[in-house]
């Protein structure tokens, strides 16, 4: 199981060793509906931030109960799902999360090979107050996508399964702003290409190693709050 005690040494390594170069595939940032709310978010647009709702809805269940994520010996959905949701709010809100707690069941893969929990929620507390709740959820009958709800005291985002909108009044008859980015798959791999253009060239990558560690450490104490069914201090 990848551990507290593990991310501590890989943390140490990267210390003493300033040349290596350390990112991940956090693709989400990319995506152009939240490069276009990465800007609305800056110029205080949705007023102050006080809370958001996401979730990342697997959608592929024999992947863990016939793929390779049932047979090694540790999978956590947080590490392998929710991971990308955590580094895109940090990403969007700027602001680390500093506590947690969470709660896992494995209810659709209850008779299954999959050992392990197939659904994770988890409340976070960002700087500021923000709360955040998270699922990582595995095992649901849906095509695989993700969602994310942020509330601002102005206006409220909300992307679901196949849209995205803006609201901007509590009146029901009022109607949101419909945001419609075409997905490209180029979008998907300017992430990667920054890391390689960063060996190659000595160019910043788009998520950069402070990042990565952010969303680790986070993902980390998510599931030791599992174990322990109480609040954790999100600690580096």
Not at 11 to 22: P, Q
Not at 208 to 231: A, C, G, N, P, R
Request: net charge positive; hydrophobic share 35%; glycine share 4%.
């Amino acid at each position: 199981m990848f551990n507290l005690l593990e991310f501590k040494k890989i943390k140490n390594l990267l210390k003493k060793n300033k040349t290596i170069k350390f990112s991940s595939n956090f693709v989400l940032r990319n995506s152009p509906q939240f490069v276009f709310l990465k800007k609305e978010l800056n110029n205080k647009k949705f007023g102050k931030i006080y809370h958001l709702s996401a979730e990342y809805n697997f959608g592929r269940l024999k992947k863990i109960t016939n793929g390779w994520r049932g047979k090694i010996p540790y999978y956590s959905v947080s590490h392998g799902g929710g991971i990308h949701l955590i580094d895109l709010v940090i990403f969007l809100l700027n602001k680390l999360p500093k506590s947690c707690v969470s709660f896992g069941n494995k209810i659709s893969t209850k008779n299954s090979n999959f050992k392990f929990n197939d659904s994770v929620t988890s409340i976070l507390k960002f700087e500021n107050d923000i709360s955040m709740n998270l699922t990582s959820n595995f095992g649901c009958v849906l095509p695989h996508h993700h969602t994310l709800k942020i509330y601002g005291t102005k206006l409220t985002f909300v992307q679901e399964f196949n849209n995205c909108k803006i609201f901007d009044s509590r009146n029901k008859k009022s109607k949101p702003r419909i945001i419609n980015f075409k997905y490209k798959k180029k979008d998907k791999s300017k992430i990667l290409n920054s890391f390689i253009n960063s060996l190659l060239y000595k160019r910043k990558s788009i998520v950069s190693q402070k990042d990565v560690l952010h969303s680790m450490l986070t993902s980390l104490y998510i599931e030791k709050s599992i174990k322990t069914k109480k609040w954790e201090a999100i600690i580096s």
